[in-house]
């Protein structure tokens, strides 16, 4: 369990907060690149760590981040007017550029020089991997561009998405570093069923309860899921958490009859306020062939196919309808009822409420990855406030990957893995 005071220090992001003076020292995803589809677009409001911002695509296709709110009478800049390289105010005409330089003033006599000594709060950007990256933080701490290999591959190798989770930021990462219950929440009961879940057949749920083991490193750690399986072996399910909100896990699929292909998937769990946190969600080939139909359709068994998601990336199935469990799915073909695994794992951190109290946790031998989170992230906190930085703002994450493994027991898992876990 925590304190409340520490639990406190990790679930709050405000301005002057411990942990939101941590997460601004980061690159974080802002929005998608294609909600800026293009030049002189309308604007998108944008929440961030309590923040309330918009952004723009301006007439030469540069982005902006810039406060939702004019500095003149604070008007909201969502009403705006995007034209030539510029967002214009519809209340008094104020223009601001990308950089949150005021260009015009259109309620200003003439030759007046009035808008050169205004500025709006402006934070930089950074397109990147079909996601428009910000950095909230200070200018002179600015870590390296965020190359994610999943970055980095070519947009036909790539697939992101994201959708709305309301609850604390901290709640959705654990369950999202959470190993443990992938074969318990995800499970399908019935050998038949063609619902989405893991099959009662996989070595996943025929195998032990898992086995932690946490390896620290530079940006975070890696660590695996160990479990027992027939024939002397042990499944290696291996993950990567990058500060501050990251994980990387493997994905393994296949047609019927097919051999499985590998991708490689994650999530970013980026704080919009306290109580509500934005899902990125990735997958991707690092391989030679591009991303086919059938592994797009992964997002349909994740519930976030088409007629899934609302105009505002909730998902149609949410806390206002309980989800819509279905509770006859529930006693024989799902174990949840709850169609989507990560409806699923939304439906599970959002039923805590928005901000959980760990101070009330009894945590068990499988809840190691968590803790451990939780300490590094309780060490930069303290780090930061102390005028140092915080893990994982160099460039050692560029490489990691998430890898499954079968090796016979007793392999060390991590000499092993290690070719597949950092390829280059």
């Known amino acids: 369990m925590l304190s409340r005071h520490d639990n406190e220090t990790l679930t709050r992001t405000g301005q002057g907060e411990p942990m939101g003076e941590v997460i601004r020292r980061y690159w974080m995803p802002a929005l998608l690149a294609s909600e800026l589809p293009g030049p002189d677009c309308p604007p998108v409001r944008v929440r961030l760590l309590g923040e309330q911002l918009v952004a723009f695509r301006d007439t030469q296709g540069k982005v902006g981040l810039l406060s939702e709110f004019c500095p003149h009478r604070l008007t909201s800049m969502f009403f705006g007017r995007n034209e030539e390289g510029g967002l214009r105010c519809v209340y008094h005409g104020w223009k601001f550029d990308v950089a949150g330089n005021c260009l015009d003033m259109m309620n200003e006599p003439p030759g007046s020089d009035y808008h050169t000594k205004i500025k709006t709060v402006s934070y930089p950007v950074v397109e990147m991997g079909d996601v428009i990256w910000a950095y909230l933080g200070p200018e002179d701490k600015k870590p390296p561009l965020p190359k994610f290999e999943w970055t980095q591959v070519p947009d036909s190798h790539r697939l992101v998405t994201k959708n ?192 959980v109290d760990r101070s009330n946790e009894n945590l068990s031998a499988s809840d190691m990855a968590i803790v451990i989170a939780r300490r590094m992230l309780l060490e930069s906190a303290s780090t930061v406030g102390d005028g140092g930085d915080p893990l994982g703002t160099g460039e050692s994450y560029y490489n990691v990957r998430a890898i499954d493994g079968i090796l016979p027991k007793g392999t060390d898992w991590k000499e092993a893995l290690a070719d597949q876990m950092y390829p280059h």
């Open 164 to 355: 709305w989770q309301e609850c604390n930021w901290l709640q959705a990462l654990e369950g999202g570093i959470d190993t443990a219950h992938a074969p318990i929440l995800h499970r399908r009961i019935s050998p038949t069923t063609q619902r989405p879940g893991i099959s009662v057949n996989t070595n996943l749920v025929k195998g032990e309860a898992p086995r932690l083991e946490v390896d620290r490193t530079d940006y975070g750690y890696r660590y695996a899921g160990i479990r027992s399986i027939p024939d002397d072996k042990e499944l290696i399910r291996g993950y990567q958490f990058v500060m501050p909100f990251h994980q990387i896990r493997p994905l393994q699929f296949g047609l019927q009859g097919q051999e499985p292909r590998q991708l490689i998937a994650g999530h970013t769990w980026v704080p919009m306020d306290d109580e509500n946190c934005m899902v990125y969600n990735w997958m991707y080939n690092f391989g030679g062939d591009p991303l086919t139909d059938f592994d797009k359709e992964e997002e349909y068994q994740l519930g976030r196919g088409p007629g899934e998601m609302l105009p505002d990336f909730r998902t149609r199935r949410n806390k206002s309808n309980d989800w819509m469990i279905d509770r006859e799915v529930q006693k024989y073909e799902t174990f949840t009822g709850i169609e989507g695994i990560n409806v699923q794992d939304q439906a599970i951190q959002e039923s805590m409420g928005p901000i």
